[in-house]
């Protein structure tokens, strides 16, 4: 009788059949020609795709708390649509979801396994403790966010609507440039203006020759939250489940709203 692998092993190898997967279909939609063997290996993958699924969706589910991706207006389940049996755009962008969320799992069940919480095969044999300390609404509150970070979004991570924290927290940067440059600007526009190097309306105190240079970093810093954060949260483009991951982005923009407090108060 064969002995069965540890789970982490089938969850990596479950991993590396879904870039090859991911990989031939890309290719297949982009009418790139498939030799027979691929066409055959597409095939296998499917099938093999769709068992482990069965085997350990709910698992990835569960170490990760990523199941369901934004589709227009609605909310779909990832596996399924990664598992179409006519295959389309659509198929990949759920694939490219399944895929970090599957490497993901495997770290987490790596580090379970590490603390005696799961044994080899995934399951639990304790449940992981819990300290007060690590609840994700007792480190908001230990952050110390910018006030108008805490007023934008505290509630809604409380409520764990995390996109729309991350969204409402953006929007209170954006209100607080305008409210200090007199702008009714928008987005990229606003901090371009706001923060130009050559003649900014919020000025990064002196920092020597370096001027131009730091201030032109600190706007680069303003879009990229812009561009990088807001658009994507603005368009539901994924859902946001992590706690943690919400946390760095609310302490980023609190970060840039403490800078300009800073500046005001004439401290580099």
Sequence with gaps: ????????????????????????????????????????????????????????????????????????????????????????????????????????????????????????QGKLIVQPPVYKAELPINLFDKMQFHPEVVKASRSLFESRHYAQAIFEAFKAVENFVQDKSGLTLYGTNLMERVFNEENPIIKVPEAGHYYKEVQKGFKHLFIGASQGIRNPKAHKEIIQKDPYITLQYLGFFSFLLKRIDYWDAGVS
Excluded: H
Aim: hydrophobic share 35%.
């Design 1 to 120: 009788m064969t002995k069965q692998k540890d789970k982490a092993s089938e969850l990596n190898d479950f991993y590396l059949q879904l870039i090859e997967y991911t990989g031939l279909l890309e290719r297949l939609l982009n009418k790139k020609r498939l030799t027979n063997k691929q066409q055959d290996r597409v095939a296998e993958l499917f099938e093999t795709i769709c068992l482990q699924i069965g085997r350990n969706g709910s698992l990835i589910v569960e170490l990760t708390g990523i199941e369901r991706i934004a589709v227009g207006d609605k909310e779909c389940d990832m596996w399924t649509l990664a598992t179409r049996l006519i295959p389309d755009k659509l198929t990949l962008n759920a694939l490219e979801y399944c895929i970090p969320a599957t490497k993901r799992a495997i770290g987490q069940l790596q580090e379970d396994i590490q603390r005696g919480v799961r044994d080899k």
